[in-house]
């Protein structure tokens, strides 16, 4: 199991033992990191932030997803939850962006960002560059913060409105997490049942940010 996912995974659950830094690899990780980082800084948001984002929910139909708003990039601590922050070693600037599902129902906040710091090896060494550790995030709460967007269907996303999540990192230090929720502002309680379609649309949007992101 990659670091990353037991890093993810020790935010969700204290039975998952702690991941200690400076394992094996991290020479040629924080190598192919700062290139990445290059990369990112050259590319627009845009590029990082697609006005939509297509793919298919759990029964096959073609589902869209539409921006709603994204922030202006900022620190990786205002982005994301200490948790996260824990595993994000070497983070330094991060853009936050919350889309929509067509019906309005769904809102998803995603947290992008690339690592640049050398020591952010540490984060991701044992996952080959180019290789990437996915994991499903049952309380993201832990991870990115939300961003609610005025005047539309993700004006009432906060912090308590986190039901869900998903996460993708890679051993180039590209990171794409993810936090869902319902637009009508209905908050996560202990219990609550996570929709397929909600839990989906954070995957699905963490996968398609995180594969276009620049290498």
């Known amino acids: 199991m990659s670091v990353v996912l037991l890093a993810l995974m020790s935010a969700i659950s204290p039975t998952v033992p702690a991941v200690h830094p ?11 990191m700062s290139a990445s980082a290059g990369r990112w800084h050259a590319w627009s948001a845009t590029t ?3 006005a939509s984002v297509r793919g298919t929910s759990p029964s096959g139909a073609r589902v869209t997803y539409l921006l709603a708003g994204a922030a202006r990039e900022t620190s990786c601590r205002r982005a994301f939850r200490p948790a996260a922050l824990r595993m994000l070693r070497g983070c ?29 090896a540490r984060a991701t060494a044992g996952i080959p560059p180019g290789a990437t550790a996915e994991v499903r995030v049952r309380r993201l709460r832990a991870l990115v913060r939300p961003l609610a967007v005025p005047g539309g269907p993700a004006e009432r996303f906060g912090a308590h409105q986190c039901l869900t999540g998903f996460a993708v990192a890679s051993g180039d230090g590209r990171v794409v997490a993810t936090a869902a929720g319902y637009a009508d502002g209905r908050p996560y309680r202990r219990g609550t049942q996570v929709a397929p379609r909600l839990a989906d649309g954070a995957r699905l949007i963490a996968r398609a940010l995180h594969r276009d992101l620049p290498r």
């Open 22 to 32: 400076g394992s094996a690899g991290s020479a040629g990780s924080a190598s192919a």
């Open 92 to 120: 330094v600037t991060a853009l936050l962006a919350t889309y929509t599902d067509v019906t309005q129902t769904y809102v998803v906040t995603a947290g992008v960002t690339v690592l640049a710091r050398p020591g952010a």
């Open 48 to 50: 990082h932030l697609p």
